[in-house]
């Protein structure tokens, strides 16, 4: 089992006359620097200047500037844009300012794990990943509450790399509700695992196949679309808050007699065959060198599956039928 740290475990005094540089002023870096500043701490951002993202740090009076000034000013350095972009910014904006003593922060595993980044040796490196999104994140905090977190360190320099990472998740609410610690291996590859086999890839392509049985068959597509992708949000709710067995215990006993003889037979013994071989090609590092050189080529095969999906008949539909449904967005 996981050892889980609690609020009495972190200590903001680890920040103390520390700052900390935000790199990255998306969803996620806005919510770790108002919550970190609201916790006493002092950020600075970093952004591309003029850009959306650069003009909601000074909307928030945050103090903004590049990602290599950032590093210059900044004890702790957060890493918090998208994966494919941190290999280039660590390499030119934060690698030449980084000081013996500093740290840097991530809040996913890939490129540490899969040696994208390899820090010099006498900065610490760490993890805090909340178990949710930045808006979700700062709502919490408001609230007096705090989202989950995983936290790690992969390089201890100074000796207080964790003491450091437990004081940032305090700052960020999270060990009001628990912090469990993990590695960047594992939290890396159950990260990229869980997306490709349940969460995105799984989900999308059962959706899309029941939608297309329901259609070949004769059903409406606006019907198949209510059945197969619109309720499923009910169900994923209803599993989120009480788990799979109270989730049966909330739909009628005709649903949850199919869901426990017809479930297995749709995903069945290859599916799991096909779910480990995933987990395989994660765990020996194919994914990564893929989806590096799909970068590295400016993404074609990610581009013609995106153009690919955006054509099928069920987002044609969808748009019409979530007019419909305006609280969907509000």
């Known amino acids: 089992m996981a050892r889980v740290y609690r609020d009495r475990d972190g200590k903001l005094t680890a920040l103390r006359r520390k700052t900390v540089g935000i790199v990255g002023y998306g969803i996620q870096g806005r919510a770790h620097a108002l919550c970190l500043r609201d916790s006493g701490v002092k950020v600075i951002a970093a952004e591309l ?19 290599a000034q950032a590093a210059e000013q900044a004890d702790i350095v957060a ?36 040696n994208q980044i390899v820090p010099a040796g006498d900065v610490d490196v760490f993890m805090v990943a909340p178990k949710g999104p930045g808006s ?4 919490e905090y408001e609230k007096g509450r705090g989202v989950p977190a995983l936290v790690a360190v992969h390089q201890d320099a100074s000796g207080k790399a964790m ?20 590695t960047f291996q594992e939290e890396t590859e159950s990260d990229l695992f869980g997306e490709q086999a349940v969460l995105c890839g799984g989900v999308t392509e059962l959706i899309k196949a029941g939608f297309e049985t329901l259609v070949e068959a004769g059903y409406q597509p606006e019907c198949a679309y209510y059945e197969v992708l619109h309720e499923l949000k ?26 426990m ?64 449904m305006p609280w969907l967005t509000e």
């Open 136 to 139: 979700l994140v700062r709502d």
């Open 49 to 67: 200047e003029g850009t959306p993202a650069w003009k909601n740090a000074e909307a928030d009076a945050m103090p903004v500037m590049s990602a």
């Open 79 to 114: 890493l918090l844009t998208q994966d494919h972009v941190q290999p280039l910014v660590y390499r030119e904006a934060l690698a030449p300012n980084l000081k013996k003593g500093n740290a840097l922060m991530f809040a996913h595993g890939f490129n540490i794990h899969y």
């Open 234 to 259: 009910l169900i994923v709710d209803l599993i989120q808050a009480h788990g799979i067995a109270g989730m049966r215990r909330r739909v009628s006993d005709t649903a949850e007699y199919g869901d």
């Open 163 to 182: 003491d450091i990472a437990l004081a940032y998740a305090k700052a960020l609410g999270a060990t009001k509700a628990g912090v469990l610690e993990t």
């Open 261 to 324: 003889t017809r479930g297995p037979e749709v995903i069945g013994p290859e599916v799991r065959e096909a779910m480990e071989d995933i987990l395989a090609e994660i765990q020996s590092g194919e994914f990564a060198r893929e989806w590096i050189a799909e970068n590295q080529a400016n993404r074609p095969v990610f581009t013609r599956l995106r153009e690919a999906d955006a054509g099928h008949l069920i987002e044609r539909i969808g748009p019409k039928l979530r007019k419909m």
